[in-house]
T-cell receptor, first 112, second 111 residues
Framework: DSGVTQTPKHLITATGQRVTLRCSPR?????VYWYQQSLDQGLQFLIQ???????AKGNILERFSAQQFPDLHSELNLSSLELGDSALYFC???????????FGQGTRLTVV | GENVEQHPSTLSVQEGDSAVIKCTYS??????FPWYKQELGKRPQLIID?????GEKKDQRIAVTLNKTAKHFSLHITETQPEDSAVYFC??????????FGTGTSLTVIP
């Protein structure tokens, strides 16, 4: 167990819908990262939050948004879902920049 | 931004042989280089990491080397076992920034 918790583990939804993925980082970790992993693909960086503030943005679509709350948990919102959004979504956290990032078990999103 | 390239994309070795995976990075300011192992449908897990002030690090059958001048780092697995079969990702990051991952190497260890 990495200490990073993601919910839900699985999500099946229809095209055009909106979903929210949740991530609770390890206790004390201030940074949260979101990654998308499509089938047999690598880890595509979406966005990073540090202590409630957006720190870096990667290849995140405008239909996607995220935030980090005062208790440091983070949510990734995906809207107007398309079939191509089907993927594993991972969040990771670490305590200070340049240190080990721990991954959650991921949320498998299937858009039908 | 940083660009991390990883080779090979697939690698098959006989059990007991060694496996080597290589990565290059573009940003000379990157100072932390972790390696992750991901089994099918599971989360990536850190197996070894190295910082820019170190040239080599070893943990049992796994070692990582870093050449800052050439901007490349490698993962070496010796005496491979079937349970080493997985996808391996290298990554590079610098203080205050996100992790840039390579595209992954699918390692198969043939019994």
């Amino acid at each position: 167990d990495s200490g990073v918790t993601q919910t839900p583990k699985h999500l099946i939804t229809a095209t055009g819908q909106r979903v929210t993925l949740r991530c609770s980082p390890r206790s004390g970790d201030l940074s949260v990262y979101w990654y998308q992993q499509s089938l047999d693909q690598g880890l595509q960086f979406l966005i990073q939050y540090y202590n409630g503030e957006e720190r870096a943005k990667g290849n995140i679509l405008e239909r996607f948004s995220a935030q980090q709350f005062p208790d440091l948990h983070s949510e990734l919102n995906l809207s107007s879902l398309e079939l191509g959004d089907s993927a594993l979504y991972f969040c990771a956290s670490n305590s200070e920049q340049g240190s080990e990032a721990f991954f959650g078990q991921g949320t498998r999103l299937t858009v039908v | 931004g940083e660009n991390v390239e990883q080779h090979p994309s697939t690698l098959s070795v006989q059990e007991g042989d060694s496996a080597v995976i290589k990565c290059t990075y573009s940003d000379s300011a990157s100072n932390y280089f972790p390696w992750y192992k991901q089994e099918l449908g599971k989360r990536p897990q850190l197996i070894i990491d190295i910082r820019s002030n170190v040239g080599e690090k070893k943990d049992q059958r796994i070692a990582v080397t870093l050449n800052k001048t050439a901007k490349h780092f490698s993962l070496h697995i010796t005496e491979t076992q079937p349970e080493d079969s997985a996808v391996y990702f290298c990554a590079a990051s610098k203080t205050g920034n996100q992790f840039y991952f390579g595209t992954g190497t699918s390692l198969t260890v043939i019994p």
